[in-house]
């Protein structure tokens, strides 16, 4: 991709996930180009881009919009998070080293310090510290087939919704969730941190299903 649509789709993939461009925003092509100072081709090229990672939706001669998921696709994409991802996580435990340790203690801490509610609550710190927590937990089970699955549902704009959507009393409950599971893997026990993982998704199903039929 080239540096003027790379840095287009870079621009446009934040505010997605900031949530400054909510879900099911048309994404038109002369006003995207018009606000980042670029051509159509780089912003045609960065659509592409983020189409292909699942933020975007094109449709034929409807144009670009941010993707959104009915009901019947969100209980898909929990159901298949929530048959994979706590494996994941117990075939995880035992191949996590001291520095990997650590590093899922920092991320914990830093999260559970950032959803604190008040004016220097930060969503956008914790969803990409949340991305980087389970992606340690993703690698660290040692299969690719299983990381590829994962990646595959684990849609990034879903996640972000997610902690928009939470109530304070949801967020803090998943937050603290991080911070278990960090006890579990010094305990070396797969199966606690598994357990954890499969309240952690409930939780978070709960509040992205909430209200939909």
Do not use: C
């Not at 956008?124 to 510290?129: D, K, P, S, Y």
């Not at 990646?151 to 998943?174: C, E, K």
């Amino acid at each position: 991709m080239r540096p003027a649509a790379e840095q287009a789709a870079q621009s446009l993939r934040d505010e997605i996930l900031s949530g400054v461009i909510p879900s099911g925003t048309r994404l038109g092509e002369a006003e995207l180009a018009g606000r980042l100072s670029v051509s159509r081709t780089p912003i045609r090229e960065a659509l592409s881009r983020l189409a292909a990672e699942g933020l975007v939706e094109i449709q034929p001669h409807r144009g670009a919009r941010v993707a959104t998921w009915s009901a019947e696709q969100l209980r898909e994409i929990f159901e298949l998070r929530l048959r994979l991802e706590p494996y994941a996580v117990r075939q995880a435990v035992p191949n996590l080293d001291v520095e990997q340790i650590a590093e899922l203690d920092e991320l914990a801490t830093t999260m559970l310090r950032a959803g604190k509610p008040g004016r220097h609550q930060d969503l956008t710190v914790i969803v990409e510290l949340n991305r980087r927590f389970h992606g340690l937990f993703i690698d660290a089970a040692g299969s690719p087939p299983l990381a590829q699955a994962l990646r595959g549902v684990t849609h990034a704009a879903v996640v972000t919704q997610n902690f928009h959507d939470y109530a304070p009393d949801a967020l803090l409950r998943s937050l603290h969730h991080h911070v278990e599971m960090v006890a579990a893997v010094r305990a070396g026990a797969g199966e606690w941190a598994e357990a954890i993982m499969r309240a952690h998704l409930y939780n978070a199903r709960a509040t992205m299903m909430g209200g939909r039929s």
